[in-house]
């Protein structure tokens, strides 16, 4: 937060409005919005950065907030580096002492330097600087979202039965990420999908409305999004889409939301799919290719490319059909994906497909082994 308010601050005025606009539901940035426009900015400033902490009111007690220099001193401490050695190059030990102490905010172009030195990207802390342990924290999604790609969902679960040992994940928002993790391994690996329709649905009905258009709810709509597919409920399935894409829409930009882009991106094309829109799904399925070449990922492309290559097949293009079919294999030979398989191995038309003459027979073959495919 103190963080946040201090960047905030050294903005110039109308990116400064901007910025802390979004942030108004926090009293601190309503309080920064109004002293950031006004004469008196400046000693606003200096009492931030005399401090650089802020205590807000929370009935009788108080909340003293995380600062970046704790999250210096700790990487800088397990690399076993000294101030001095720390400092070289980029500002004076006494500085850094500063920083560390809480006294002193690095610049923007210091806190990249100290990323380089350290091996880290400090900015990507910002967001976690409210934790008790914001290290941990980090750490611990960053490794949530790796097993969530790999839809490793046993690991999914150790990490989330450790992660509960820190009371950070005990409040919100940090807490969803351990309700997304216990809600996918329900449908992933226990196959319980009634059982997780009731309790996310209960899990969204409490969630406060600060966080009712952010990304942990977008997650849990992705999930039931799947579970209504699986159930066949193509009524619900339409809704919650509709309430995903609600959220994602306007999100492209922000990196954090990159993969529940895809998932709900995804999910989308699977509505599409139940309801025999085919011109949708190869419509928004190209468009969600483009996004995707254009940050760079192969998340999710094989599901991608089968739909493609199913929408293409009901709508006649056979040609088009297995092409787009050898592309989801290709993938699928290079990342191993047994639960998309596992998925699309019920749809009739993949197995017509996959006994299309016009695909290396060598290919098919391997491909079924590598999966277990008779």
């Known amino acids: ?38 004469p008196g900015a400046t000693r606003l400033k200096s009492i931030l950065r005399s401090n650089n902490e802020i205590i807000l009111k929370k009935g009788q007690g108080t909340e003293r907030m995380n600062h970046i220099g704790n999250i210096i001193k700790s990487y800088r401490t397990m690399l076993k580096m000294s101030r001095a ?19 002193r905010v690095p610049s923007v172009d210091m806190t990249r330097l100290f990323s380089d030195k350290l091996g880290v990207d400090l900015f990507e802390h910002y967001q976690y600087l409210d934790c008790e342990n914001p290290i941990a924290v980090r750490d611990k999604i960053k490794n949530f979202n790796i097993s969530r790609r790999k839809s490793d969902y046993d690991t999914l679960k150790t990490l989330t039965d450790a992660a509960i040992a820190l009371p950070d994940f005990h409040h919100e928002p940090w807490l969803y990420e351990i309700e997304v993790n216990r809600f996918a391994y329900i449908i992933f690996e226990e196959k319980k999908y009634t059982e997780a329709i009731i309790g996310i649905n209960s ?64 999910g989308t094309l699977a509505m599409h799919y139940m309801a025999g829109e085919f011109d949708q799904v190869i419509q928004k399925g190209h468009k969600l290719l483009q996004y995707k070449a254009e940050i760079n990922s192969s998340e999710r492309l094989d599901y991608i490319c089968f739909y493609l290559a199913f929408s293409y097949f009901e709508t006649g293009s056979q040609e088009n059909a297995v092409v787009w079919f050898r592309k989801a294999i290709y993938s699928l030979m290079f990342e191993y994906d ?30 079924k082994d590598k999966y277990d495919i008779s």
């Not at 308010?5 to 309080?31: D, H, I, K, T, W």
């Open 203 to 266: 899990v969204l009905r409490r969630i406060k409305p600060k966080y009712s258009k952010g990304i942990y709810v977008a997650n849990l709509y992705a999930l039931l999004i799947m579970c209504y597919q699986l159930t066949g409920d193509a009524a619900s399935t339409r809704a919650v889409t509709l309430l995903a894409n609600e959220i994602i829409h306007d999100k492209y930009a922000i990196k954090d939301y990159e993969e529940i882009i895809s998932t709900v991106g995804v």
């Open 338 to 367: 047994p639960l998309n398989v596992y998925y699309m191995v019920t749809n009739p038309v993949f197995h017509v497909l996959l006994n299309d003459p016009g695909i290396n027979p060598y290919l098919i073959q391997e491909f």
């Open 1 to 38: 937060m103190v963080a946040q308010l201090e960047l905030c601050l050294s903005m110039p005025p109308n990116v400064c409005r901007a910025y802390a606009g979004r942030q108004q539901q926090q009293p601190a940035f309503r309080l920064l919005l109004l002293c950031r426009l006004l």
């Open 85 to 103: 050695a720390f400092a070289e190059n980029i500002c004076s030990e006494k500085y850094v002492y500063l920083i560390e102490k809480g006294k």
